[in-house]
C-alpha cells in the first residue's frame, strides 16, 4: 500500500488550502478553502485508519464531516446577512462591527 | 501504486489548486466539486466506502450546491474586488503554505506501516455503514450526540440570521 503518497498528498492539500484561505479576499472563496483544509484532514484520518486498521479513524473523519456542513450552514447564512447591510462579501470590508 | 493513485492523485491536487487560484467563483465551485467527487473514490480504495458516498452525497451534493446557490443569490462570482489593505499577507502566502507543507511532509515521510496491508484491510471491513455503525454508536456516542446538537444548533441559527429584520409576525 502507499500509505506515504497519500499522506503527502493529504500534506499538498492541506497546503494549498492554507494558501487560499491567506490568498482569497470573498468570504464564500475562503470558506471554500477551508472546506479544502478540512477534506484533506480527512484524507489523512483515512490513511491512518487504513494503516491501523482501525474504524475509530473512520469515525472521527464523518464527525469532520457533519462539522463541515454545520459551519458551511452558519458561515453561509452570515455570508447573506452581512451581504444585505453591505452590498460587499469581501473580508476586508467588515473590518468593524458597526452595522 | 497503481495507476488508480496517480491520476486521482494528479486530478486532486489540479482540482484544488483550480479551486484556490479561479478567478471566478463559479469555476472555483465547480473544481471544488470535481475534487469532492474524486476524493470520495480515493476513501473507497482506502477502504472507507461509507464516508466515500458521504462525501459525495453530503460535500459535492449538499455543500457545493449551497455554495452555488450562495453565489448565484449574490451575484458575487468575482474574487478580486477593490483596494487590497493587506498586500504582505497575499505576498506571504505561497511561502508559508510551502512551509506547511514541507513540516508535514517531514512528519510523514518515515511513516511506517504498524500492520502489514492484508491485516489492516480486514480489520475495517470494508468500512462500510454496518461496520462502522456500531463504533459510531457505541464508543463515538457521545460524540455523535454532540454533534448533531450542534448540527441542529447550526440549522437553527442559520434560518434565525437570514430571517428579514423587523418583519412582522405571521
Redesign the interface.
Known sequence: ????????????????????A?????V??L???V??ML?AA??GL??F????????A??????V??????????G??????V?RVRE???V?DL?ELKG | ?NLF?LVA?VV??LT??L???SKN?VH??LA?AA??IV?GT??MR???R??GW??II??AG??MV??IF??M??Y?A?????V???PW??L???G???L??LG??WA??G?K???D?A???????G?TAQ??GP??WR??LY??LL??A??L???V???A??KPEGGEER
Not at chain 2, 468575482?78 to 477593490?82: E, T
Not at chain 2, 491485516?119 to 471491513?125: D, E, P, Q, S, V
Open positions: 500500500m502507499t500509505y506515504v503518497y497519500y499522506l503527502l498528498l493529504s500534506a499538498l492539500l492541506f497546503a494549498l488550502g492554507a494558501y487560499g491567506m490568498r482569497r479576499r470573498s464564500l472563496l470558506l471554500m478553502s472546506e479544502l477534506n480527512n484524507l483515512i490513511t485508519a487504513r494503516a491501523w486498521g482501525s474504524l475509530a473512520q469515525g472521527a473523519a464523518l464527525l464531516v457533519a462539522l463541515a456542513a454545520a459551519e458551511v450552514a452558519v453561509l447564512a452570515l455570508v447573506v446577512a451581504f460587499s462579501t469581501t476586508d473590518s | 501504486m493513485d492523485g486532486l491536487l484544488g489548486f479551486a484556490v487560484q467563483a472555483a465551485a471544488l475534487n469532492f476524493m480515493v476513501f482506502l477502504e472507507a461509507f464516508l458521504i462525501e453530503v460535500y449538499a455543500i449551497l455554495f450562495v453565489i443569490l449574490l458575487d468575482k474574487a478580486d474586488l477593490g487590497d489593505p493587506l499577507l497575499r506571504w502566502a505561497p508559508v503554505a510551502a506547511l507543507f508535514l511532509a510523514f515521510f511513516f506501516a504498524p500492520l496491508a491485516t489492516a484491510k480486514a480489520a475495517l471491513f468500512g461496520a462502522l463504533v459510531l464508543d463515538w460524540a455523535v454533534v448533531a450542534l448540527l444548533v447550526a440549522t441559527a442559520a434560518v440570521l437570514v
